[in-house]
């Protein structure tokens, strides 16, 4: 895997966790968040934990972040 395609990944957990999580939907909505086209567009997304996190473990993609 390439450093594109683990970027490419970690935008895809990201948005959808962000369509998962009611909470913060709900708080975008509140701040005018609310066309599909900006989520789409600018591929918002959310995540718990930072892509370090999530590849911690993994020597080969630890050693290229």
Do not use: P, W
């Not at 395609?5 to 913060?24: A, D």
């Not at 591929?43 to 080969?60: A, C, F, P, Y």
């Amino acid at each position: 895997m390439n450093n594109q395609e683990i970027l490419e990944r970690y935008i895809q957990l990201c948005t959808k966790s962000l369509n998962e999580n009611t909470r913060v939907s709900s708080l975008l909505q509140k701040q005018g968040l609310t066309e599909q086209f900006l989520f789409e567009t600018f591929r918002l997304g959310h995540s718990g934990v930072s892509l370090t996190e999530l590849i911690n473990g993994n020597g080969d993609l630890s050693a290229r972040c």
